[in-house]
Nanobody, 120 residues
């Protein structure tokens, strides 16, 4: 089995910064894309940022220029640095990874979620 364990998050004032990290553990042959999603109350889960194994990145328009995704392949860890936070960034943030465990094909795994609250 594969587990994604997130850390970071919390409460911050508008304009502040927070960092999230997510470490994958378990039977892991390789990890393809890793990413962060978020879900605000009453809204659908949406992609925030993603990064491929080769380092190519993709961001939601709403966070471009403010958030930075990165990864450490040796540690199977993905990071999200969030700067200039806005109240509308308030949500539960979920880590996602496409993991190959040696059985057939890559499979998507999710972290448990971590709350980010930005006060105005």
């Amino acid at each position: 089995q594969v587990q994604l364990v997130e850390s970071g998050g919390g409460l911050v004032q508008a304009g502040g910064s927070l960092g999230l990290s997510c470490a994958a553990s378990g039977i892991i042959f390789s990890i393809n894309a890793m990413g962060w999603y978020r879900q605000a109350p009453g809204k659908q889960r949406e992609l925030v940022a993603a990064i491929t194994g080769g380092g190519s990145t993709n961001y939601a328009d709403s966070v471009k220029g403010r958030f930075t995704i990165s990864r450490d392949n040796a540690k199977n860890t993905v990071y999200l640095q969030m700067n200039s936070l806005k109240p509308e960034d308030t949500a539960v943030y979920y880590c996602n990874a496409e993991v190959y465990t040696g059985f057939i094909s890559y499979k998507n795994y999710w972290g448990q979620g971590t709350q980010v609250t930005v006060s105005s």
